[in-house]
């Protein structure tokens, strides 16, 4: 029910703010992660939350560990909508939206808690472990460790409109607006039909491939994965990667080799693969336990429909 209303906020939200593009009916994909200065401070939530939020600390532990929820529900590129949980629940928060303190006290995401995120690192939109990101507010201003991961970092948060601060001649982020990400781990998923309660299931006991079944929900290791930032679903239980191997084909998890094949579009509802563009399907309509899944030609049917949760 938490987990369902929870998702509801993040919905709600993004209409609230206009972010018409990034509302979902999924629930955010959450990440692992901590933020570093450019001079190599960690970002840290004191007490672990429900206090300051600082950018001080040399070494990473339990303080400097955050969720990254991307709203969107797919997978972390740059523009999209995000928010910082702490370890003991509590949401980064820049006050008044925007030019002052950045703090951990919310417990629940609103406005104040939402964070656009934006790649500083040359490439392409996918946001990885190890880029440089920029973080801004939806009335457009730019978080900034305002001494470079001093003692007093974040004491005025999300510091100014750009342009940045007084060293800073562009309008684009400066070196006290840029943090480096690094990504953690993925939060672990559960893929499950939406109308029958059944769920992703992979069975065998091969370590090189596993076939996918149909599934009640029961909370084992077999029925989580974890998205990566470069689109595979990689199960939790054998590190195997989710694997369209042909067109109209059955759908197992196999090694990892980072094809399209093994690459994954999840929208409101289906789960289309980057090779052959076709969607996750449960055969014949066939919820009973141990029904194969197969890839097909994407119809909108109740038996492509999917959702995320945790």
């Known amino acids: 029910m938490a987990q369902k209303q929870f998702g509801r906020i993040f919905f709600f939200l993004m209409l609230t703010l206009g972010f018409a593009k990034y509302a979902s009916a999924n629930l955010p994909v959450a990440y692992g992660v901590a933020l570093k200065t450019s001079e190599g401070k960690y970002v840290v939530a004191e007490e672990n939350g429900g206090q300051t939020v600082n950018a001080n600390r040399t070494e990473l532990g339990p303080w400097e560990r955050f969720k990254l929820y991307d709203v969107n529900g797919e997978f972390l590129r740059s523009g999209d909508v995000v928010f910082f949980k702490t370890g003991g629940n ?8 925007g ?6 006290h919310a417990i629940t995401p609103a406005q104040w808690e939402s964070f656009f995120i ?3 690192t040359a490439g392409d939109d996918v946001i990885r472990s190890g880029d440089s990101i920029a973080l801004s507010t939806s009335s457009g201003y730019y978080l900034s460790a305002d001494t470079i991961g001093g003692v007093t970092a974040f004491n005025q948060g999300i510091g100014v409109l750009a342009p940045q601060p007084v060293t800073c001649e562009t309008e684009t982020p400066c ?14 998923i559960v893929i499950e039909d939406k109308f029958n309660n059944k ?3 992979t069975e065998g006991s091969d370590p090189n491939a596993r076939n996918i079944v149909i599934y009640d929900c029961n909370g084992s290791t077999s029925q989580m994965w974890y998205s990566t930032s470069t689109g595979e679903l990689k199960s939790y239980d054998n590190n195997l990667c989710m694997d369209a191997a042909s067109s109209y084909g059955n ?10 094949n093994q690459k994954w579009d999840m929208t409101e509802e289906t ?5 052959y563009k076709e969607c996750v399907d449960v055969s014949g309509y066939s919820f009973v336990n141990g029904n194969n899944i197969y890839m097909w030609g994407c119809t909108g049917n109740s038996n492509q429909a999917w959702k995320v949760r945790y």
């Not at 030019?99 to 951990?104: K, L, M, S, V, W």
């Not at 759908?251 to 399209?260: I, P, R, S, T």
């Open 90 to 97: 509590n949401f980064f928060q820049a006050v008044n939206n």
């Open 99 to 104: 030019g002052g303190d950045i703090n951990a």
């Open 118 to 120: 934006h790649k500083q």
């Open 175 to 188: 070196s006290m607006e840029k943090l480096k990400i690094e990504m953690l781990e993925a939060e672990p």
């Open 199 to 201: 769920c992703l299931t």
């Open 251 to 260: 759908l197992y998890a196999g090694l990892c080799h980072g094809g399209n």
């Open 271 to 275: 789960i289309r693969d980057r090779q």
